[in-house]
């Protein structure tokens, strides 16, 4: 309880360096639900099926999840600072070839670029901010998911808007926000970029041997079937219901405010409830609540298909529990081993990944054989599986319930001068 109390104590009171990585941290994860409004624009413009279409989530998120693997060697000679920056690079360059394509297969391959960069951010973003942050790791990752959050909100609204103009507006405005991030942390990290100790290439892959980490790992994997399930199908059931509603105005804008508030909801609650929901029934509790609650929110959504209200109720709805979900897990991945938070995040959102970049890949050709119901089926299947995950191995997640008060011996961290 005391890690609870003191996090919410400091955790607006941290290090410049935090901040600026946090900030890109929203940006970046703009680019997960920037391109959900446009989904259906894409299909029509480039002759393109919903399941191929669907690939623009699979190829980026499955590069996302691979490329993770190897960040922590990569940041560990390099230093942090420099696999920050060019993880947002290689960003700004695939957004742009992406905003400047002329068929799903150029679109589907750049995502792909752009998905590598994401993996050299992101998994160099989370351990920056778990070991730079003040207030313990609970702070740290309430930090972290409330940007990506965030950032989830706002990619669909910016998505939407600049979808009204041209799908492609969508790719350039990310590859804009991309390019002032970038600048921003070259301004907030200044020089500094210590590298830490070496880490093996094969770290990430022998950390799986852990029980604990590969549980929760696996956990992650299936929990995201039912995440991108959500995500990334939803938009064309949206599009159908609506038309099936008479509305024949239901685009891009429509869907970007539609999961605009799915990612509101998503940032509330992993800031604000996730920890007091924590203390009350423990983690391990509450994430099984969480992916019960999942489950029946992805039942009533496959049950309801057709029903514009319901599906954006249960979306916006779905959100709440994802927020918490979102937290906890990566909560409970930070602190269930005393492996170095760069080798435990790597290993742990790469694995997470690949469940996302699954789920897409299989909802387009699902819901062409059974239905547009069927991927939500599956989604609801894959967050059972993720609980049945966590009940089998509950036995090695004692310790993220009564965490070392310590932290760790690892790697020190980061930038030093620039973080006062």
């Not at 039912?226 to 064309?236: C, E, N, R, T």
């Amino acid at each position: 309880m005391s890690s609870h109390v003191s996090g919410s104590v400091s955790l607006l009171k941290q290090p410049k360096a935090v901040w600026a990585v946090a900030f890109a941290c929203v940006i970046a994860f703009m680019g997960i639900g920037l391109v959900d409004p446009i989904l259906p624009a894409i299909s029509a413009d480039l002759g393109a099926t919903p399941a191929q279409t669907m690939l623009l989530f699979t190829s980026y998120l499955l590069v996302t999840g691979l490329a993770m693997f190897v960040t922590s060697f990569v940041s560990s000679r390099i230093g942090a600072k420099k696999t920050l920056l060019g993880g947002l690079a290689l960003i700004v360059v695939f957004a742009a070839l992406a905003g400047a394509s002329d068929s799903v297969g150029m679109i589907i391959g750049f995502r792909a670029g752009w998905g590598l960069g994401n993996a050299l951010f992101i998994s160099t973003a989370l351990a920056t901010i778990v070991g730079a942050a003040s207030g313990g790791a609970d702070s740290a990752v309430i930090l972290y998911e409330a940007a990506l959050g965030l950032g989830i909100a706002v990619g669909p609204l910016v998505g939407g808007a600049l979808g009204t103009i041209s799908w492609r507006g969508p790719f350039f405005g990310t590859a804009t926000l991309m390019a002032i991030a970038l600048i921003a942390l070259l301004i907030s990290l200044g020089t500094s970029d210590e590298k830490a100790e070496p880490v093996r290439f094969t770290a990430s892959f022998q950390a799986l041997r852990h029980p604990a980490l590969l549980t929760l790992g696996l956990a992650a994997l299936f929990y995201n079937f039912g995440f991108f399930s959500l995500l990334a199908w939803s938009p064309f059931p949206l599009e159908a219901a609506a038309h099936t509603a008479g509305l024949a105005e239901f685009g891009a804008h429509q869907l970007g405010l539609v999961f605009c508030a799915w990612g509101i909801a998503l940032a509330i609650t992993s800031v604000f409830v996730a920890p007091v929901l924590t203390r009350w029934l423990g983690r391990r509790r509450t994430l099984y609540a969480m992916l019960a609650a999942l489950a029946i929110v992805m039942t009533v959504l496959a049950v309801n298909v057709d029903n514009l209200v319901v599906l954006i109720g249960g979306i916006v709805v779905g959100g709440l529990f994802l927020g918490v979900m979102n937290t906890v897990l990566t909560e409970s991945a930070m602190l269930a081993t005393d492996l170095p938070r760069s080798v435990a995040s790597s290993t742990y959102s790469g694995v997470r990944f690949v469940g996302g970049a699954a789920a897409p890949a299989l909802a387009g050709v699902i819901a062409t054989w059974w239905g547009y119901g069927a991927p939500y089926w599956i989604g609801c299947a894959g967050l059972l599986i993720a609980a049945g995950v966590i009940y089998l191995g509950r036995h090695h997640l004692t310790r993220i319930e009564n965490p070392p008060v310590e932290a760790p011996a690892e790697e020190p961290l980061i930038f030093t001068a620039t973080d006062a």
